[in-house]
């Protein structure tokens, strides 16, 4: 084993020990989690459904391109 996997290894031996003896370790680690897990999907709608964000503006306006394009295509051929 290298010093980094036997450093994992001891760290994730004392958080299991931890866990095992007192319940509120567990219980904090799950919350954390939770924590991280709706942040991550806070940053994910906010990037997504802000409307004054770059990103969105410009996957709206790619989209909105494409559709008008699409139409002119279509106009074109029913007037010929």
Same mark, same amino acid.
């Given at each position: ?6 450093? @994992?290894?001891? &760290?994730?031996?004392?958080?299991? #020990?931890? =866990? $095992? /003896? ?12 939770? @924590?991280?897990? &709706?942040?991550?999907?806070?940053? #994910?709608? =906010? $990037? /997504? ?32």
């Amino acid at each position: 084993m290298t010093s980094y996997t036997s450093t @994992i290894l001891i &760290i994730f031996c004392i958080i299991g #020990y931890m =866990i $095992i /003896v007192d319940k509120n370790v567990g219980d904090y680690i799950i919350l954390l989690t939770k @924590i991280v897990r &709706i942040n991550l999907e806070r940053f #994910y709608w =906010i $990037i /997504v459904y802000h409307p004054n964000n770059f990103v969105t503006t410009w996957l709206n306006a790619r989209k909105y391109d494409k559709i008008a394009k699409d139409l002119q295509k279509e106009f074109e051929n029913k007037s010929k």
